[in-house]
């Protein structure tokens, strides 16, 4: 009996009609994201074949979203949550235009392939840019939508819905690529863009919660401040920050499914898709059973976990082992994404949470670009294989330095 009512409690909050429109509206365009990310390193890695090629798309993105993301932080929390996302949508579903008109019969068939290379990296330099606004935007409107005690149910559902989408994405690029044209890939990627644009114009319009007039880079200070003097914050962010900048093996999945698993772009779509997918179980069992308490010590072994998961994955040559191992990662992903989402929403005072999400953009989806041009960089120094099992060992070899350094992070509840 307890345990049926624990589950209705976590699954409670979809009866927040508003945040139901806000986890269909992200869930179309986060499948629009990872249909790009797909996409797009497919057609680089075929005109290229090589593997530093696609780091260079993790570059290109991380550059700008790195950059702007303490000053985009401030812009939020001075900004009407909704009219940001709108406007940054807007602005993506342009992005997704030019990768579209770069895909056009008469148009790709004028451009030698340095200059199609060149040219996408700039639109993924322009959708980084988005991303520094959007991404905050994201998480820091879910406090406006649902009430506080209900954070913690909000935060795993919203993990679940996005991590849903992103296999959705990447599954439905790999088909999309094997069995269409690229310019029909981009034009479903446009669909999904403005269906989210259309469902986000449903939501109402959210309170400015930064009232005072301060200066950007005194406002900028503020949440850098907070986040530091935040152990747990700090700590948590800092652990996933170099786990994923490590353990970035994904981005050599075209390299891996082209040319040592030999699985082709279908394969390739599952390939990619496999991690979401067991980040989906995992959350779909935290949301029933959610952690009560040592999270501290399970992120740890999660992220110890998530380690050798990768060291797999890069010494296999077999493709349901491979796909195995990124099923198994995925999981202990998933729960290092509920874990630190839940400190970040908890512990972050309403009037900064534009600032923090910002923060943890940096220290997050940042270094997922980053770890994707590690990642670029190390293969072509090492080659592919070494240079995976690479990334997987240093994961672990940060645990253990947390684990010693940081007692203060291994012991945390919440």
């Known amino acids: 009996m307890e345990n049926?009512?624990?589950?209705?409690?976590?699954?409670?909050?979809?009866?927040?009609?508003?945040?139901?429109?806000?986890?269909?509206a992200r869930f179309f365009y986060v499948m629009?994201?990872?249909?790009?990310?797909t996409i797009v390193g497919w057609r680089i890695y075929e005109i290229t074949h090589n593997p530093l090629a696609i780091g260079?798309?993790?570059?290109?993105?991380?550059?700008p979203a790195f950059c702007l993301a303490l000053p985009a932080g401030h812009v939020i929390d001075k900004s009407d949550k909704r009219s940001m996302l709108l406007r940054t949508t807007v602005f993506y579903l342009l992005c997704v235009g030019g990768l579209l008109a770069l895909s056009f019969g008469p148009i790709a068939g004028r451009l030698q392939s340095h200059w199609l290379q060149w040219l996408t990296y700039s639109i993924i330099f322009f959708t980084g840019v988005i991303r520094a606004f959007a991404g905050p935007t994201l998480s820091a409107i879910i406090a406006q939508i649902v009430p506080k005690e209900k954070l913690p149910a909000a935060v795993t559902l919203n993990?679940?819905?996005?991590?849903?989408?992103?296999?959705?994405?990447?599954?439905?690029?790999?088909?999309?690529?094997?069995?269409?044209?690229?310019?029909?890939?981009?034009?479903?990627?446009?669909?999904?863009?403005?269906?989210?644009?259309?469902?986000l114009f449903t939501l109402s319009p959210k309170q400015v919660m930064v009232i005072r007039d301060v200066k950007p880079w005194e406002s900028i200070k503020e949440g850098l401040r907070f986040v530091?003097?935040?152990?747990?914050?700090?700590?948590?962010?800092?652990?996933?920050?170099?786990?994923?900048?490590?353990?970035?093996?994904?981005?050599?999945?075209?390299?891996?499914?082209?040319?040592?698993?030999?699985?082709?772009?279908?394969?390739?779509?599952?390939l990619n898709a496999a991690d979401d997918i067991g980040s989906i179980c995992m959350l779909t069992i935290l949301t029933l059973w959610p952690l009560r308490r040592k999270q501290g010590y399970i992120l740890l072994y999660a992220v110890f976990g998530f380690g050798v998961c990768i060291i797999v994955f890069g010494l296999s040559k077999l493709y349901l082992l491979s796909y195995f191992a990124l099923i198994c990662a995925g999981m202990m992903d998933g729960i290092s994404v509920v874990i630190r989402g839940t400190i970040v929403q908890v512990k972050t005072p309403d009037a900064m949470r534009g600032r923090v999400s910002a923060v943890n953009s940096m220290f997050?989806?940042?270094?997922?670009?980053?770890?994707s041009f590690e990642s670029g960089v190390m293969a072509k120094l090492m080659r592919v294989v070494p240079s995976v099992v690479f990334g997987g060992c240093m994961t672990i070899a940060v645990v253990l330095t947390t684990w010693f350094r940081a007692p203060s992070l291994r012991k945390m509840e919440y």
């Not at 629009?32 to 990310?37: G, P």
């Not at 690029?173 to 644009?197: E, M, N, P, Q, R």
Request: with cysteine.
């Open 159 to 199: 993990t679940s819905a996005f991590l849903f989408a992103s296999v959705l994405g990447h599954a439905t690029a790999g088909f999309l690529i094997a069995h269409t044209s690229y310019l029909i890939c981009f034009s479903v990627v446009g669909a999904y863009v403005l269906i989210a644009w259309l469902v």
């Open 56 to 63: 260079l798309i993790g570059l290109s993105e991380f550059i």
């Open 364 to 371: 997050i989806n940042s270094s997922n670009e980053l770890g």
């Open 4 to 24: 049926e009512e624990r589950r209705l409690s976590a699954l409670d909050v979809l009866r927040i009609t508003e945040y139901r429109h806000f986890i269909l």
């Open 32 to 37: 629009a994201l990872r249909m790009v990310t």
């Open 228 to 270: 530091l003097h935040t152990r747990e914050v700090l700590g948590a962010l800092a652990l996933d920050l170099f786990a994923v900048l490590f353990g970035g093996a994904v981005a050599m999945i075209p390299v891996y499914a082209r040319d040592i698993l030999k699985v082709g772009p279908v394969g390739f779509g599952w």
